[in-house]
């Protein structure tokens, strides 16, 4: 199985910027894509991001403009890099990945909190 590690979760002001990070037990070449996704308070988790394991990035509407996703596969390592960040972003994120035979795997979550 692959274990998936997220950090980089915490209290940030509006405006503000945070950048979190998920590492895979696994080496990165045998994860085909790997995504953000994020559940608020009271709503339904939500694809925010994702990025293959050549680098071909997609981001929802939502977040276009301020969230960047990025890969380091020697790290074994996804990034997303959160910008701008307003109250609405508050949530718990959660790391997404499809190994390259198929199987699923999640993180435990990291959560982000931002104040206005």
């Known amino acids: 199985q692959v274990q998936l590690v997220e950090s980089g979760g915490g209290l940030v002001q509006a405006g503000g910027s945070l950048t979190l990070s998920c590492a895979a037990s696994?080496?990165?070449?045998?994860?085909?894509?790997m995504a953000w996704y994020r559940q608020a308070p009271g709503k339904q988790r939500e694809l925010i991001a994702t990025i293959s394991r050549v680098g071909v990035t997609s981001v929802v509407d939502s977040v276009k403009g301020r969230f960047t996703i990025s890969r380091d596969n020697a790290k074994n390592t996804v990034y997303l890099q959160m910008n701008s960040l307003k109250s609405a972003d508050t949530a718990v994120y959660y790391c997404?990945?499809?190994?390259?035979?198929?199987?699923?795997?999640w993180g435990k979550g990291t959560l982000v909190t931002v104040s206005s």
């Open positions: 696994t080496r990165a070449a045998t994860i085909n894509t």
């Open positions: 997404n990945a499809v190994h390259i035979f198929g199987m699923e795997y």
